[in-house]
């Protein structure tokens, strides 16, 4: 499997942690938070009936979808109580640019 990193933000575009920050990259959109000191990068659309995800509010590392609260992990996309999930993508901080590696192949 092959990736390949793409910029998507800047550091500093971001709100505290707890908010989201909605970005477009690849054709894909993204949701942004702060956690932990690092960035993590999830799927923008709630895996319940697609709210976006950049609008609910993060707590210990999950994302309360503002709709109808499901609970989705940051870190790997599993809801808490449902079997659904949303995809994430591997994400660094150089400086004050976030990238986000996307993935392609090897299906
Ligand atoms: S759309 Fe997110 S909980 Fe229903």
């Known amino acids: ?24 990259a690849e054709g894909l959109d993204l949701a942004l938070f702060r956690w932990n000191d690092r960035v993590w990068a999830i799927e923008d659309l709630c895996p319940h009936l697609g709210f976006p995800l950049s609008e609910g ?4 590392g999950e994302v309360i979808c503002s709709w109808h609260g499901w609970h989705v992990r ?5 809801c808490r109580r449902e079997r659904e999930r949303a995809k994430v993508w591997e994400c660094r901080v150089q400086g004050d640019e976030v990238f986000v590696k996307f993935e392609f192949g090897g299906f």
Request: hydrophobic share 40%.
């Open 74 to 78: 940051l870190e790997d996309g599993t």
């Open 57 to 60: 509010i993060m707590q210990a």
């Open 1 to 24: 499997m092959t990736g390949k990193w793409v910029r998507v933000a800047n550091l500093s575009e971001l709100p505290a942690e707890g908010l989201g920050h909605s970005v477009k």
